[in-house]
């Protein structure tokens, strides 16, 4: 497509499930980046992935966060044992290599845990 | 570590009046610096961008923004708004050899008629 695509575009999800996001990336774009908005906030860097070697996890909020790109394409960012806390707005982004270059957003997931 | 500060949560214009949004950032290596902005239920859209060059950047609809070192600031201005500005609006750097960003709070833009 030409854009970034990510679904579902809204999750509700009871309290201790299990969610999974799916982002795929403009074709061609050899970074991935996944992002956390709260409410009322910027957004917050979770994961980074190169091709599909994830070279930064710095900012996955706890060890329920985990993050793929097995073929270097499409991601998944999967949330185990969801808390009130996880609602928020997740935006993945895709961009070329190299420093001139800059990222493009999808329209992200909008996930609430009830 | 590198941190950005937009300085205003809220700005209130009316249509045909001029604008500053304004951002701080604080970084001690090259500086990349983006102004995103989000409309209501949308995604992030680049509005612009400074990589190198010239210290003022334009977009395509009349935003501009100027990357100042000394002051440390990369504020957006635009000198007519229009209804449709808007949205909520974010300032970026980049942090590191690649696209991860540090953003601001956000500012969020309301135009009056």
């Known amino acids: 497509g030409a854009g970034v695509s990510q679904s579902p575009r809204y999750k509700v999800a009871k309290r201790g499930q299990d969610v999974a996001l799916r982002c795929d990336p403009i074709s061609g774009h050899v970074s991935l980046f996944w992002y956390q908005q709260a409410l009322g906030q910027g957004p917050e860097f979770l994961t980074y992935?190169?091709?599909?070697?994830?070279?930064?996890k710095s900012g996955l909020p706890s060890d329920r966060f985990f993050a793929e790109r097995p073929e270097g394409s499409v991601s998944t960012l999967k949330i185990q044992r969801t808390q009130q806390e996880d609602s928020a707005v997740y935006l993945c982004?895709?961009?070329?290599?190299?420093?001139?270059?800059?990222?493009?957003f999808g329209q992200g997931t909008r996930l609430t845990v009830v | 570590a590198q941190s950005v500060t937009q300085l205003d949560s809220q700005v209130p214009v009316f249509e045909e009046a001029p604008v500053e949004l304004r951002c701080n950032y604080s970084?001690?290596?090259?500086?990349?610096l983006f102004w995103y902005v989000q409309y209501p239920n949308q995604g992030l859209q680049l509005l612009l961008k400074?990589?190198?060059?010239?210290?003022l950047v334009e977009s395509i609809n009349g935003f501009e923004a100027e990357f100042n070192k000394s002051q440390t600031s990369f504020h957006l201005r635009k000198p007519s708004v229009h209804i449709s500005d808007t949205a909520e609006y974010f300032c970026a750097v980049r942090s590191g050899g690649y696209n991860k960003l540090i953003f601001g709070a956000g500012t969020r833009l309301a135009v009056h008629p």
């Open positions: 982004a895709s961009s070329l290599e190299g420093q001139l270059t800059e990222a493009f």
């Open positions: 400074y990589l190198s060059g010239s210290t």
């Open positions: 970084s001690s290596v090259s500086v990349y």
């Open positions: 992935f190169q091709n599909e070697a994830q070279l930064d």
